[in-house]
């Protein structure tokens, strides 16, 4: 049987588990090889995460796509992507991936609908000019540099997904009970993307988390 591998694209401000969601998705699949990374610069000493802008997080996507392919000649390669993940993957229209899952993606990235969000958040520091600092629930301090907010401007995820649509078998797993992403006109999509909805929130977490799981063993077959 060919080797058949799954890479992950984790979401916004978390390390490459994305807060134990991708390392718990990965356990259920040890026949297949899974390889997870950081898009952030984590820095363990000071609890920091750095954020890289989208554009270099799409360039680190596709080195470690070629290197799976140099290793890995004959495998068959798909995506599972959360939240922000799913648009970073779009963005980097990566080549030769069978199917691709995109779990509670996002579909308005703008910094109209984010920004308030972070900025309540306590200890929050906003410079678009230079380095914003957000604090997360859980302790972590993220920064997020001017470059990541000049460039999801011209970012459109609708757009992205319709189009990299063209080239993957893509499937979208939305959350009914999402907490982070808003509802969005799903009509817009790319008819050929399939479209399941089921309970859950962001992180698809407690008794919700077994549903993701056989969901995404149906999909992949």
């Known amino acids: 049987m060919d080797q058949h591998i799954l890479i992950y694209s984790h979401g916004f401000g978390v390390r490459k ?78 080549k030769g991936i069978t199917k691709t899952i995109f779990l509670a993606p996002a579909f308005d990235i703008s910094i109209e609908r984010r920004l308030p969000r972070y900025a309540k958040k ?29 460039e999801i401007k011209d970012i459109n995820p609708f757009d992205l997904y319709n189009s990299f649509a063209e080239q993957t078998e893509l499937i979208i797993v939305k959350a009914n009970q999402d907490q982070v992403v808003p509802s969005a006109d799903l009509t817009k999509l790319n008819p050929k993307i399939k479209v399941i909805s089921i309970d859950g929130n962001h992180g698809f977490s407690g008794a919700d988390r077994s549903k993701l799981i056989q969901t995404i063993k149906d999909i992949l077959g």
């Open 122 to 150: 306590p200890g929050a520091e906003i410079n678009l000019e230079g380095i914003s600092k957000v604090p997360s629930s859980n302790g972590l301090i993220r920064f997020i540099p001017a470059e990541y907010w000049s």
């Open 17 to 94: 588990d994305d807060n134990g969601l991708l390392d718990d998705i990965a356990s259920h699949f040890p026949e297949f090889k899974s390889i997870l990374f950081d898009y952030n610069k984590f820095d363990e000493t000071q609890n920091t995460l750095t954020i890289e802008p989208l554009s270099v997080q799409a360039n680190m996507l596709n080195n470690v796509i070629e290197k799976a392919k140099v290793d890995y000649p004959a495998a068959r390669i798909d995506l599972i992507c959360h939240s922000q993940g799913a648009t970073v993957v779009a963005l980097a229209k990566s």
